[in-house]
């Protein structure tokens, strides 16, 4: 009995002996490691970076990094047409004879009441709401249009029209549920000059904005005109995305146009598309988002559809595609 315990005792006390050993040699063989690899990289800096863009978690990324960039680079371009924009919609509000300014009226009357400067006023509220809303678009799309093509192909089919839409007009619905608080702050601020001096809220920024609306209306106001936002962003995306890609596809098939070329026709025609489908859903949304309660306690409109209703039956039909032009130049970069 004591000849087997010692036995057991040698044989353990070995191979702890073998584990410490093995153990020194890696932790001493480590900064030979390290320094390999750093030589390997100072030798070689783009075999490293490729190696390092190229891990799981980068590629991942990479859609929802990339979109959120290109959407603000866009924004900061386009944010005093965005703001033009705006104000048409709210131009004549509830009178079917109003006015009808034009898109360098408004610029002029912008301008002319303070200073070139205020047609960037909301630009902090549009570069977050890009940040969100087209970062989780572009991402969510690429994530949807990667898994339905392999799935495509495990069958043997080419991917087609009909996924190319559902990818878009699901990464638009989900993304504009995410981005609505940015959305609605961009929409006050620039629509905050309109109101008398004595009235206006003067936001400083979009989390000053975000901050106040939340303590003096509520966390749930943030989601005002949610519903004809994400219908807005699903139209939007089905011409956006759908379009883009399947115009391209057809450029390419027909004809011997340059990539560049192609590319950029390609935006035309999914912007046009863009902009007819979800127009009338962004102008409900404005007045949606812009509303606040009065002296009664009531707000004008009740909800989309009774926005939908009051316009048409106060300012006619085609109000909802006033600035129509104003419009698809704004929607055009994003595509």
């Not at 590629?59 to 979109?67: D, S």
């Not at 106001?221 to 890609?245: D, E, H, I, K």
């Not at 009531?298 to 989309?304: D, L």
Request: hydrophobic residues 40%; contains cysteine; glycine residues 10%.
């Amino acid at each position: 009995m004591s000849n087997t315990i010692d036995k057991t005792l040698d044989t353990a006390k070995e191979r702890t002996n073998a584990a410490l050993a093995k153990t020194k040699e890696t932790v001493s063989s480590a900064p030979d490691v390290i320094y390999t690899a750093g030589e390997k990289a100072l030798n070689d800096p783009k075999a490293a970076k490729n190696s390092f863009i190229r891990t799981t978690w980068v590629q991942t990324a990479l859609p929802f990094i990339n979109g959120g960039l290109a959407g603000m680079t866009a924004t900061t371009v386009i944010q005093p047409i965005d703001m033009v924009k705006v104000r048409l919609q709210l131009a004549g509000e509830g009178a079917k004879t109003g006015p009808r300014p034009s898109p360098i009226q408004v610029t002029r009357e912008i301008i002319a009441s303070g200073k070139f400067r205020d047609l960037y006023t909301g630009l902090s509220a549009g570069l977050l709401r890009q940040a969100v809303y087209t970062t989780a678009r572009l991402g969510f799309f690429d994530t949807f249009m990667k898994t339905l093509t392999n799935r495509a192909k495990a069958k043997g089919n080419d991917i087609g029209f009909k996924e190319r839409a559902a990818a878009g007009l699901s990464a638009g619905g989900l993304a504009a549920m995410i981005g609505n608080p940015a959305d609605l702050a961009l929409i006050r601020m620039q629509s905050d000059g309109l109101k008398p001096a004595g009235s206006r809220a003067n936001y400083k920024s979009v989390i000053d904005a975000l901050a106040r609306i939340s303590r003096s209306e509520g966390i749930s106001a943030l989601w005002a005109g949610a519903y004809p936002t994400v219908v807005r962003a699903m139209a939007l995306n089905f011409g956006q995305l759908a379009f883009f890609s399947e115009a391209k596809t057809q450029l390419k098939k027909r004809t011997e146009l340059g990539s560049r070329t192609q590319t950029f026709g390609a935006s035309a025609v999914a912007g046009f598309f863009a902009s007819f489908f979800s127009l009338p859903f962004d102008f409900v949304k404005t007045r949606l988002q812009k509303q606040t309660k009065g002296v009664d306690g009531e707000v004008p409109y009740k909800g989309m559809v009774d926005c939908f209703r009051k316009v048409a039956r106060d300012e006619g039909v085609l109000r909802f595609y006033r600035g129509f032009g104003t419009y698809y130049v704004r929607i055009a970069p994003h595509a």
